[in-house]
């Protein structure tokens, strides 16, 4: 058995814990931008190759409240790294700090290091080497507050980074945000409209979920290959069994958006991702009725433009205001999934729409406070 644990988005850590929960048939515990559970080596893989919501996934190493540097050093000189270190490889520590401390992240990773290299030379007499660039393992040192969290990253890059993506929208929403909201709609394939679709982050990320496509197929980088304790036929087994369960169904998903330019974009990148074919692309304008006249949508999820750069937060309110009504003409009792960071120009137009918000919650979009809004139209 090991225990990890997942980073995720502030703000939708409940939904990545009932995801890895549905993934390892384990109920973590959810924390601030993280989640816990404890299972086997199996689920490192399952979680990598499947999660759609989370960043990346740790083998925990040690979870303990501290006092100051010397704390650092003892917990982290304590843990036995011979499974995770050959003595012919290289490692580096990546330090992150929230709270205020007498010393840095810099600091941090210097005195972590050096109680790595002084466990490694207690156990296997041998001294490890440092390579930050490219090392052969990334050991992880989270300080928050008075709590320090250390863990092994067996995903490499963010899982956000899916590689599909080739044409790239100005304001383009992560993957696993776009999943989480997703999720959060309860969507099981039903059929799904986005009127504000963008580059088709939305769209292809629902066009995966229905058709199981495990993200391992389209990103082929993951540090748990370099670890001791990885198992070549445990990965082989779990992947093969997700390759087995992929259907090529065909889903009602449609891709609506008034330029051109992001709606050539948006076919490119899901015939990239390999759902060109279950998803509808129109160019209409979605404060039109008429543009949704032919779409019978039971689920909407969008992410329309914030107003911050390109429009002003005024006209943002009246396009708000104009496109809720606009939904509300078109569609009866169904869910709206929306995400903005103008939510006080948005709370006015809902105001004005007398429509129904069943949820609302924070969450962090590239680097600014947004809400993730449920409505019913």
Not at 259 to 268: T, V, Y
Request: neutral net charge; contains cysteine.
């Amino acid at each position: 058995m090991y225990k990890y644990f997942a980073t995720t988005i502030p703000g939708v850590e409940d939904i990545s814990a009932r995801e890895l929960e549905k993934i390892v048939g384990v109920k973590p515990e959810i924390d601030v931008d993280k989640v816990f559970l404890e299972t086997d080596l199996e689920a490192m893989y399952k979680i990598n190759f499947m999660s759609r919501t989370i960043n990346k996934l740790y083998i925990l190493l040690a979870r303990e409240e501290f006092k100051d540097l010397n704390d650092i050093y003892r917990v982290v000189r304590n843990i036995d790294f011979r499974e995770l270190i050959r003595p012919d490889m290289k490692f580096a520590v990546r330090a992150e700090r929230i709270g205020e401390h007498n010393f840095t992240s810099i600091d941090i990773a210097r005195v972590a290091g050096q109680a790595i290299i002084d466990s490694y030379m207690d156990s296997m007499k041998t001294r490890l080497k440092v390579d930050l660039e490219n090392p052969d393992i990334e050991i992880n040192v989270l300080v928050r507050f008075n709590e320090i969290l250390i863990g092994v990253n067996t995903s490499g890059e963010s899982l956000h980074k899916r590689r599909y993506r080739v044409y790239n929208h100005p304001a383009a929403l992560k993957t696993n945000l776009a999943a989480s909201m997703i999720f959060l709609g309860d969507y099981t394939g039903e059929p799904l409209l986005d009127p504000l679709c963008g580059g088709g982050t939305i769209p292809i990320e629902a066009a995966h979920i229905a058709r199981k496509y495990p993200i391992s197929i389209f990103r082929r980088e993951y540090y748990f290959r370099r670890l001791p304790l990885h198992n070549e036929s445990i990965e082989k087994n779990v992947e093969e069994k997700l390759i087995s369960s992929i259907n090529k169904e065909i889903y009602e998903i449609y891709c609506v958006d008034i330029s051109r330019e992001h709606i050539q974009g948006a076919l490119l990148n899901a015939k990239n991702a390999l759902v060109d074919d279950t998803i509808k692309f129109f160019n209409r304008d979605s404060t039109r009725r008429e543009s949704f006249e032919d779409i019978e949508a039971k689920l909407i999820v969008t992410n329309p433009p914030y107003g911050m750069r390109s429009h002003s937060l005024k006209k943002i309110e009246g396009f708000y205001e104009t496109f809720l009504k606009t939904l509300k003409e078109v569609y009866q009792n169904i869910k709206l999934v929306l995400i903005t960071a103008s939510t006080q120009q948005f709370e006015n137009a809902i105001k004005k729409t007398d429509v129904e918000i069943i949820h609302s919650r924070k969450v962090m979009h590239g680097g600014l406070t947004a809400k993730i809004y449920m409505i019913k139209i």
